[in-house]
């Protein structure tokens, strides 16, 4: 491998971060077009159901026959299939690309494979694990989703000092300060799905939208086995779509659907989940949710405010064994970010 594979790749990893919360379910991915040491196009897929990366980067090459003694630096393995666009492995072929560099393979079904098998096929010379292990991590929600066919799931709560994350009467109204809240809405809006239990939803009465922050709302998600919620409950104002998963029915009222089920474990949430192409969810709360995904093992990520305040008695917050991947001071908070030892 050329050293400068790494420095092209690398740029076309740069391009794929900001597609971060506009292309799910699809993977956020980045191309380079590069002729004789000089990157001659650049694009990325920017937004689900429109243009893929590699399209992006030939259509921005001013010289067209320059592809045809040109390689191309894409950070996931081109797909080969028709979805909501025409498979780019096939335009590939069609430009005349001279090399194709590739950092990671596709595990989707209808790819995983066949877009490098289709490249070979054609004589295009090909690479496979060029920064494998960068484009993985930037791509681990889109990996998770097919590989353990469940979303990736992020836990987020706020302690306080002395580990409380509510007082008795599950009061939680402010334990982290303005601008960890700020970043909770970024978050929010880089994830499918936002998700809490019965108790958060009747003692909070949270929206769960992106009020603070430029972005889409989370499809939210109700864990409410009994349908105990109020129908006032700014969880049920069509501010976004809402599954509220239960026992007693299914129903579609507006942004509202609810989903009876009968196994209320961590491991069939994320199935139903699953089966609604939700390929990230942030768990928010409360004490019971969260323990209950740590219990099971059904995490990938913890993020964790820790402010100054103090309870003394209250909700004990949930207790994580995981490895420490950052750990940085929001204003007065210290934010701490787990990974599952178990994980990818």
Sequence with gaps: MDYSDEIFMKRAIELAALGKGSVSPNPIVGCVIVHEKKIIGEGYHEKYGEAHAEVNAIKSVSNQELLKESTAYVTLE????HGKTPPCADLLIEVGIKKVVIACRDPFDQVDGKGIEK?????????????????????????????????????????????????????????????SRQLVHKWRAEEDAILVGKNTAAHDNPSLTVRDWNGKNPTRILIDRNLEINHDANLLDDEAKTFILNSEKTEEVNSNHWIKMEDFSSKSILNQLFQLKIQSVIIEGGAKTLNSFIEDDCWDEAKVFTSEATFETGIVAPKIEGLLSEEKSIVNDTLRIYRNKNGR
């Design 78 to 81: 081109p797909c080969s299939h």
């Design 119 to 179: 490249l070979d096929d054609a004589g295009i010379e090909t690479i496979l694990g060029v920064l494998e292990n960068e484009a993985s991590e930037q791509n681990r929600r889109f990996l998770t989703f097919h590989e353990k066919k469940r979303p990736y799931v992020i836990l987020k709560w706020a302690q306080t000092s002395d580990g409380f994350i509510a007082r008795e009467n599950y009061d939680s109204k402010w334990i982290s300060n303005e601008k």
